[in-house]
C-alpha cells in the first residue's frame, strides 16, 4: 500500500533521514518505534508531503507521491494525527471537525462522520463550541484524532497519539485505534508506549540515526533483546 | 558668605528656572492647551464634540477597510503586503475612469475596481509572492514594495501625477445639528457592509473556514488537506479586492493622485498593529480609533501634530501589548 524507499530527507542542510525502507500493507498495523531524534517525525512529515525528501521514492498504491503536495496527499487517503497536533486551536472545536474533511468524499459524508464522531468522542459534543485551544491535553489529542478521522483516511497515520496524557487516556487512545483499524483503515503508528504498541502492531520497525535497523513482527520484536534493553528499559 | 536660607532660596530658584526652561516660548503650553481646551469642551458638553465624533466614524470606518485587506493577508500567509496602499489608488482610479469615461456611476464602480483588483492580486501574488513565500519575511515586503513602486509609477504615467477627482455631487444632510457629508456617510455605509459581508464569509462558509484554518495553522491545513498554495492566492485576491472597494470608497469624498496610498497605507500598518496583525475585530476597533485620533487631533492640535499621536500611539502599542489589542484571539 505504502512503501518508502532510499527515502533521505531533513530540514535545509541537515540531512534526517539517511536513506529509509520500510513498507504498509493494506489492513495492518505497523509500529515505528526507536529513540529521540532518531527520525520517526521526519519520516512521517515526509510521508504525508510536508517535507520534501531529497533522494528516494515514496509510492502509494503504485503511484509516486513524494512529488505531490500534502493536499493531494490526503486526497489520496492518507491522513495523519501530527505529534504536535496541529490543531486550529482559535477556531472551536465543531470548526476544527469540519476542517477535517476536505476531500469531495470526506465533505460528501460530512454530517454522518460528524456525528459519528461526537459519538466516539463524548468529550468533543460537550465542548463542541469551545476554542480547540482552551481544552486540556487528552481532549486535544482526541480532538486531533477525531478531526484526523473526518478525513475519511484508508492509511491512518498516528505520530505518537498518546504523548503526555494520563495512562486512563493512553488506554483510550488505543482502543479508539483497534477501534478504527477494525473498521478497515490501515494504520501506521509511532509511539513512545512501545510495549502496548507491539502487542498491537502486526508488524513494527526499529529506526536508530535516520535508518532502519530492525524490523519483524511485532511480538518477535517484543521478544529481541536489543528491542527489549533498549526500548522497554528492562 | 550668604545664610542658609538665603542659599536655599537661590537653590530654589536655579531649580525652578532650570524646571521651566522648557516651557520658555511655550513649547509645552502649545501641547497642554488643546488637551485643556478639550476637557474643556467636555465638561460644557460643546456641540463641536458631536460634530467631531460623526467624522470621526465617518472616517475611522473607511480606515477600518483599509487596514482589513492588509490583516487578512497577514493573518493568512505572514506577508506584509506593502502594494496594500498602491491597491487602493487602483481602485480609486478604477471607479474615476469608469465614471468619467463610460458614465458608469461611482457606486457601480466600486464592485468593478473590487473585481479588477481581485484579479490584480492575484496576479502580483502569483508572480512575486508565491515564489518566495516559504523565503524569509524580508523577502516578501522588499517584492511587494518593489509591486508599489511599478504600479504607482505606472498610474503616474498613464494618468500624469496631476489629481483627480470624481464628479459626484452628493451634498450634505443635517441630522440633530451634526453636519453630515453625504459621500463620507455612504463610504461608510459601503464599508460597514463589506466588513460584515467579509465577516459572514469568513464564518459561514467553508470557504472562509478553510481561509481562517489556514491562518490559524498553516501546518494544521496541510495535515487535514487544504489545498494551501490555493488559499494563498485568494487571500491575496481578497485582500486585494478589499482594498478595491475600501480605494474606491474614498474617492467618493476625497480627490486623490498617485501617491494617495502612502499615507493609508502607513495608517493602515497603524491599525493593523494598533489592532492585532491578522485580527478582523482588532481592524475595525482600530480603524475607529486613528480616525478619532486624526479628527479630534485635526481640529484641537496644531497642523499635523494628530499624526504624531497616532505615531506614538503606534510605538506605545508595540513597547506594551505588540501583540495589539485584539491579538491572538479568533483571526
Known sequence: ?234 | MPTIPERRNRMRHLVTSVAAAPLQGGGLDRFIDPFAQFLTDIANMEPVLLQLLAFGLLLGGVYALTALGLTMIFGVMDVINFAHGVFLVVGMYTVWLVSTTLGISPFIGIPIAAVVLFALGIGVHILTVEPIIEAPQQNQLIATLGVLLIIQSAIEIIFTPDPQQVELSLGSVQVGGVFIPLGQFYALLIALGTMLGVRAFLNRTDLGRKIRGTADNRDGARYVGINVPQINYLTFGIGAALAGVAGGSIALFQRFDPFTGEAYLINAFVIVILGGLGSFPGAFVGGLIVGMIQVFGGYYLPGTTSQVLIFLLFIGTLLVKPEGLFGGAEA
Open chain 1, 1 to 234: 500500500m505504502l512503501e518508502l524507499e532510499g527515502v533521505r530527507a531533513g530540514y535545509d542542510e541537515i540531512e534526517v533521514l539517511h536513506g529509509v525502507d520500510m513498507h504498509v500493507d493494506e489492513g495492518e498495523i505497523v509500529a515505528l518505534i526507536g529513540s529521540n531524534g532518531a527520525g520517526k517525525t521526519t519520516t512521517m512529515r515526509t510521508i504525508c508531503g510536508i517535507l520534501s525528501p531529497s533522494h528516494g521514492r515514496i509510492t502509494y498504491r503504485g503511484e509516486e507521491i513524494h512529488t505531490k503536495p500534502s493536499h493531494e496527499i490526503v486526497e489520496r487517503g492518507i491522513v495523519q494525527v501530527p505529534e504536535n497536533r496541529d490543531l486550529f486551536t482559535n477556531m472551536t472545536v465543531m470548526n476544527n471537525l469540519l476542517l477535517g474533511a476536505q476531500t469531495d468524499e470526506a465533505i460528501a459524508n460530512r454530517e454522518e462522520n460528524l456525528a459519528e464522531m461526537l459519538d466516539l468522542f463524548p468529550r468533543l459534543e460537550e465542548r463542541k463550541k469551545q476554542r480547540a485551544g482552551t481544552m486540556s491535553g487528552g481532549e486535544q489529542q482526541m480532538l486531533t484524532l477525531a478531526r484526523a478521522l473526518m478525513g475519511e483516511p484508508d492509511l491512518l497515520i498516528l505520530d505518537e497519539p498518546s504523548i503526555g496524557l494520563a495512562p486512563h487516556l493512553v488506554q483510550e487512545v488505543f482502543d479508539v485505534v483497534e477501534e478504527i483499524h477494525q473498521q478497515g483503515v490501515t494504520v501506521l503508528m509511532v509511539e513512545q508506549n512501545v510495549q502496548q504498541t507491539l502487542q498491537l502492531a502486526d508488524r513494527g520497525y526499529v529506526m536508530e540515526n535516520g535508518r532502519i535497523t530492525m524490523s519483524a513482527s511485532g511480538s518477535a520484536l517484543l521478544e529481541d533483546d536489543s528491542v527489549v534493553e533498549a526500548y522497554l528499559g528492562v
